[in-house]
Every structure is written in C-alpha cells, then in structure tokens.
C-alpha cells in the first residue's frame, strides 16, 4: 500500500532558529509533494506544491526563502522552515500524490512544530 | 475570498441518525472533491472523493452528493456511530497540471452522542 512517512514527528525549536523536516513516500512514485501547515484552530494552508520536473510553486504568503524545499526523487521531500518565530507553530504535513490516480493526496502523519 | 467553505462549524447527532454535512466551492475549475476526516492528535485520513462527472459517490454509511451547477455538496454519514466523531475537511483540487494542491474547508466538526 502507499505510506507517506514524516520525521521528526514533533520538534522545538528556539525563536529565529531554524529546522528541517523530511517526507519520504513509501510504494508509490510521489510525482507531486504539497506541503501544508495547520496552524492551532485553522484549516490546512498549502504552502507550496512540488512537482516532478516543474518549478516549485509557492502559494501566497509563503516564499522559498522561508520555506525552501527539495524533492530530488520520486520517494523523498524535504522543508525547512528558516528563522522560525512564534507564528510559524503547527503541524506540517506532507501529500504525496502521483498521476494517474486523481490526484488522491496521501498525507504522512505530519512534523508538529513549536517555537519557543 | 474563501475558495472552499463548510457548514456547520460544529454539529452533534445521536448515535444512528443521519450527520449531513455542507461544503461549498468558488473555483469552478475544481474537478476533484475529497472528503478527509481528522481525529485528535493524528493527520488527516481521506475518507470518500468524488469527481464532477458524477453527482453521487456512495461507500457504506457515507455519501458525497454533488450538484455541479450550484456549486455544492455534501457529505451524508448514515446510522452515524460515536466512532465517527471527528473533524471532517472537504476539499477541492485538481486533476491536471496542479494535481496534488488541494485547498480545504475549515470543517466541521462532528459529535454523535451514543
């Protein structure tokens, strides 16, 4: 079956560091990577979608250099959030999708962050 | 402008009635409609989805109904069980060149009383 697999599952950092979380794809080829944040009481915000052989796109309010991302191969992602503060607790999660299949998202079980 | 909304924000039923939930879309472009539940302190798990093509996509005790024109649709979770209390998403997303961006709802959050 596909799994999506995320690490760390939880993680504190202090204000103004910086932490990298990973997602890996298990039995499936992730073409596509979409990284959201729920932050405490909100729905899930996309944040940037990776796609096999495409640019990486950013959505509004999000930019590559705070979150830089890296997707070298179809089973593994990764994201850094840079100069974490306050607003930028949550849980992060990684979908996975690929072609063919209706664009059905599987989300790894996400990278709770809190800043201190 | 809110590209996916849901309603209500909360709603309670008795163990065995019919939870009916609301989701509404601005995109007419959308062409994939999941549905994904989250239970405390885990990630979200899709639970049923349904393409525009058709109107009606049925797994067990629950139902999308889809209404094209107006935009909207729903969730029926039938002979609803206190296992199934959660906070529901609905989503929407693409097929083509964006598949695996998904915009979601806020949810609704779901209590059946045994």
């Known amino acids: 079956g596909a799994l999506v697999y995320q690490y760390p599952r939880r993680t504190i950092c202090k204000s103004g560091t910086s932490m990298r979380m990973e997602c890996q794809a298990v039995?499936?080829?992730?073409?596509?990577v979409a990284w959201y944040r729920q932050s405490p009481q909100k729905t899930f915000e996309l944040i940037a979608l990776s796609t096999v052989n495409s640019a990486i796109k950013y959505e509004q309010n999000f930019t590559q250099e705070k979150f830089p991302i890296s997707h070298p191969n179809l089973s593994f992602s990764s994201m850094t959030v840079l100069n974490a503060y306050l607003e930028d607790r949550g849980l992060y999660l990684c979908?996975?999708?690929?072609?063919?299949?209706?664009?059905?998202?599987?989300f790894g079980p996400g990278t709770r962050l809190t800043v201190l | 402008q809110q590209q996916v909304r849901q309603s209500p924000q909360s709603l309670t039923v008795w163990e065995g009635e019919t939870a009916i939930l609301n989701c509404s879309y601005e995109d007419s472009t959308f062409d994939y409609f999941p549905w994904y539940w989250q239970f405390p302190r885990e990630s979200p798990a899709l639970l049923i989805a349904?393409?525009?093509?058709?109107n009606k996509k049925e797994d067990g005790r629950f139902t999308i109904f889809f209404n094209k024109r107006e935009k909207k649709l729903s969730l029926h979770i039938t002979d609803s069980q206190p296992g199934d209390s959660a906070t529901y998403f609905c989503a929407a997303g693409y097929t083509g060149a964006n598949t695996g961006k998904l915009t979601f709802g806020h949810g609704t959050i779901l209590r059946v009383h045994p």
């Open positions: 979908g996975a999708s690929y072609w063919g299949n209706y664009a059905e998202q599987f």
């Open positions: 039995g499936f080829q992730a073409t596509s």
């Open positions: 349904i393409r525009p093509v058709s």
